[in-house]
């Protein structure tokens, strides 16, 4: 019973500190040499490209495309040199988004980049990214899609089943880097 206890109380503590930094936000640095995003949403899509239009000589990459999607289906805008941005076709869930940022920060040799997701999905993402790629400079730009506050998450079943459910992958991402440490 005891156990028990202990573990639940773990629990609580670590969900209470992972609601805490879901509206962390970063300072951003003048020198960025690229944008990631994670598919998922149109406003990472439009905050992207926005973040592109300001800093036109900067690479993008869109990782966890699906298959099938075309330039145009994502760039519908003629104001970006298709050329600075790669469509990431290979992951399917934020660890491969990881892994295909990985090899494509390689190939540019890039050393620094703004990863950009959404605010509830920033924690995992960033425990994945750091962890391949812990000698590069990652700046989370983490997107408010959750309006996230205690109160929401009292009375809006939806937004606190969103944040149960990525504090449980959460926390078995962390097991998932353990393993990728082992194999490699």
Avoid: C
Wanted: glycine share 4%; proline share 2%.
């Amino acid at each position: 019973m005891t156990i028990i206890l202990i573990i639940l109380l773990l629990y609580i503590l670590s969900f209470v500190g992972f609601i805490s930094d879901i509206n962390f936000k970063s300072k951003l640095p003048n020198d960025i040499e690229a944008i990631v995003i994670l598919t998922g949403s149109k406003a990472r899509l439009d905050e992207g490209f926005k973040l592109l239009e300001e800093n036109s000589n900067i690479l993008m990459l869109i990782t966890g495309v699906g298959n099938g999607v075309k330039y145009s289906d994502l760039v519908q805008s003629n104001k970006f040199n298709l050329a600075n941005i790669s469509l990431g076709f290979k992951a399917k869930n934020t660890f491969q988004n990881a892994l295909e940022t990985l090899e494509w920060a390689k190939e540019n040799n890039i050393k620094n980049y703004i990863l950009l997701t959404d605010n509830w999905h920033m924690q995992r993402a960033l425990l994945f990214f750091k962890s391949v790629m812990p000698n590069l400079s990652i700046y989370p730009l983490a997107l408010e899609t959750i309006n996230f506050n205690m109160n929401n998450l009292l009375v809006k079943p939806k937004i606190f089943i969103t944040v149960f459910v990525e504090h449980l992958k959460y926390i078995i991402s962390h097991f998932q880097i353990l393993f990728y440490w082992v194999i490699n």
